[in-house]
């Protein structure tokens, strides 16, 4: 039988005011409070209670597709649904377990780097800590250790996949245009891949650049069947998708697809329904097995050699920019929605500006960490043991991090320089630079972290670099001219946001 993967990547990115920790009332949502709002209601809940119609349109059962698919929850996303939906939550691990003792120990679920920040963008503390962050939340919901990570917007270099051998996982998902060239073992001769022709029917082995030997397991997904499902309306009908499986399986043995999560029912509506039906009755009954990667890898090593495609000037590759990963750096032209005439320019500026308190940020953080803390990136890499258990006692965990009892006054300040890496992480976000235009609810976001982090350093008695920041970021235009530069967005939408906040608790978001 031919083996079937279907990876769902559910994420949205952390909607919450950086000041109360609630989600504020998002424009476009309605009828919802705010997205999250809306997509738990049109995918993230219908996927665990999805219906299987039989004759005489009844409904024969209800299937928790989880239970089917690969599929990973962005951490920040998953935080929100143990608060706000603990029974969808509880599904969603449950349908892991169930999955684990289907498959041999091998769970559906995947972890993700935790702030869907552009990993090959980041600088090595940032994304160590990022794969690190990921990992634990992992670890803490869902009881075990992940076999894989998803790297947001499978967006990745030689460094990025070293770091997950590293941290000892077993396989990632990439594009198929991400892969460069391959090898048979024990074969010198490289055969090289154009136009996405990369065989996604095989498991590939990428080695760490070291020379060690050590290597991860790399899955390329069907480029022509994930695209069908996510813009080719191939989700209309079961039996239809089934027929695009059995074309992309060919004499293989795995069909692979990796799509957004929200394809199935928030993307399109009864999605949910098609993949319950493709996977409970449709897709068995042609001859493929349901299955999960980890339990293919054990049926199915991976043996041909893989080298990545590392993009223009070895910025790095993803699957949703086909300039690499230039959608998070500059105008490349890959946008979603906006008016004719519109320009991204300002991703550029906004990149700038926000690595420069990134990184005025991490140095006071290194210098001043240095007094209260033994080892200042360990403490930041485990800090998030505190944000994963609020109950966690503070003051066990700064004793352990700097070795020693830390007076009343040092405890404020460490937890304080902690606050302000955490929401400096957050500050990278992808969806900051996703979209059309820099008055975008998704970039605002981002600038609230921003304007956090400078709040916190004022709050450590440190130099404010507001200033600078600012003209940084009035280098970036938006497309709406009453919307002015990047400055006036800041100063406008995310700045007060700390003011706001305390006096009203459910304002609603600037819209895109």
């Not at 929100?80 to 684990?100: G, K, M, N």
């Not at 239809?240 to 499986?245: E, T």
């Not at 992808?430 to 709050?459: H, N, P």
Request: proline share 5%; charged share 20%.
């Amino acid at each position: 039988m031919t083996a079937l993967i279907v990876h769902g990547h559910f994420y949205q990115p952390p909607r919450e005011n950086p000041w109360t920790g609630n989600v504020d009332r998002e424009f476009g949502a309605a009828p919802y409070h705010d997205w999250n709002e809306r997509i738990h209601a049109e995918c993230y809940a219908p996927n665990t209670q999805a219906q299987i119609i039989g004759a005489q349109e009844r409904v024969e059962r209800t299937v928790n597709n989880y239970e089917k698919i690969s599929f990973n929850f962005g951490p920040t996303l998953l935080s929100w649904l143990e608060r706000h939906h603990p029974q969808t939550y509880c599904r969603i691990l449950q349908a892991d377990l169930v999955s684990r003792e289907a498959r041999g120990g091998h769970g559906n679920a995947i972890a993700q780097a935790y702030g869907h920040a552009i990993l090959p963008l980041a600088n090595a503390q940032d994304r160590l800590t990022q794969v690190v962050w990921g990992v634990a939340d992992f670890r803490h919901r869902f009881g075990r250790e992940p076999e894989s990570l998803w790297l947001p917007e499978t967006a990745a270099d030689k460094r990025t996949l070293d770091l997950l051998i590293e941290q000892q996982l077993r396989f990632v998902i990439l594009a198929p245009a991400q892969a460069a060239r391959w090898r048979a073992a024990g074969r010198d001769e490289w055969e090289s891949v154009e136009n996405r022709t990369i065989d996604t029917t095989k498991a590939y082995r990428y080695l760490h650049q070291d020379g060690s030997g050590r290597s991860i397991a790399v899955f390329f997904y069907d480029g022509p069947a994930a695209r069908a499902i996510a813009f080719e309306n191939a989700l209309t009908s079961s039996e239809a998708l089934v027929a695009k499986f059995k074309r992309a399986a060919g004499p293989g043995t795995l069909v692979n697809v990796a799509t957004d999560g929200e394809t199935y029912g928030h993307h399109f509506k009864f999605g949910d329904l098609c993949l319950a039906h493709t996977l409970e009755i449709e897709a068995p009954d042609e001859g493929f097995s349901i299955t999960n990667y980890g339990q293919y890898l054990d049926e199915h090593p991976a043996e041909l050699e893989v080298q990545i495609n590392e993009g223009p000037d070895g910025e790095g590759t993803s699957w949703s920019c086909s300039h690499g990963v230039g959608r998070w750096l500059r105008d490349c032209g890959c946008h979603t929605g906006g008016k004719p005439g519109w320009n991204q320019a300002w991703r550029g500026p906004l990149r700038a500006a926000l690595s420069f308190l990134g990184d005025k940020a991490a140095g006071h953080f290194e210098t001043i960490g240095s007094d209260v803390f033994s080892d200042t990136w360990a403490a930041r890499n485990a800090s998030i043991e505190l944000v994963l258990d609020p109950q966690r006692s503070r003051e066990e965990f700064l004793h352990r991090q700097a070795g020693r009892w830390l007076s009343p006054g040092d405890q404020v300040r460490a937890l304080t320089l902690l606050e302000m890496q955490r929401n400096a992480l957050l500050m990278f976000t992808s969806c900051g630079w996703f979209f059309s235009d820099i008055s975008g609810i998704e970039t605002i976001q981002v600038m609230k972290y921003a304007a956090r982090v400078i709040e916190l350093l004022g709050e450590l008695g440190l130099p404010s670099p507001r200033g600078q920041f600012l003209e940084m970021l009035a280098g970036a235009r938006s497309n709406i001219k009453a919307e002015g530069t990047g400055a006036d967005v800041y100063s406008q939408y995310a700045e007060p946001a700390s003011v706001s906040a305390q006096l009203v608790g459910d304002g609603e978001a600037k819209p895109s």
